[in-house]
């Protein structure tokens, strides 16, 4: 087996995720590490048009479920696990943890029907570190109203993404070995100070 990683970013919309996503580039290419950065829903070309159908139509929650696993079986079995078999580390903006935060906090979907799928899709398999980005809504709020055009969930009210925040920091205290929450509200100096002693940590 080699030492390849599999890294995912989680946060509510509006926490910085995608900086930190570049930040996390140059710190591999440094190391000379080989990856590949993908992102949920999406990363494969099915993905890409699920991703497109979740984040601009409207559905039943149930239905936003069982696609955002559908979408994941693909990018694992076509993606994530070849990648990583490759002896190359995978770096993905979110994961189930998002279908955890998102369809079970957000949506109220159950908790128990979210680990079925997540069990069905993934086995036992988890990453090996996830990066929650953590930021008081009304923050995230202000950052997402810069941007031009919102999609479906960029949309919702800031009661949803209370909800969303819950259930990721729920999540982070449930599995404390993977999971390192990050305040995004830190100066990006300080943030990078975190993250690059986490990952060196990883790389050992
Ligand atoms: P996002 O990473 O925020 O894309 P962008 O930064 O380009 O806007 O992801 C799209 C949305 O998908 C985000 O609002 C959260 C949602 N999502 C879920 O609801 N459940 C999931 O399982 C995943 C992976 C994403």
Redesign the pocket.
Known sequence: MNNAKFITLEGI?GAG??TQMSRIESFLTSRSIDYVMT???GGTPLGEKL?EI??HQDMHPET?ALL?FA??AEHLSSLIKPALQAGKWVIS????D??F???GG?RGIGYERLAELETWVQGEFQPDLTLLFDLPVEVARQRLMKNASL?R??HEREAFFERVRSAYLERASKFPERFVVIDSSLPLEEIDVILDKTLSTICK
């Open positions: 919309d995720k995608s992102r949920e829903p991703r979740l984040l936003e955002m979408s994941r903006d979110r994961f189930t998002a279908s935060a998102y369809q957000g999609d969930f960029e």
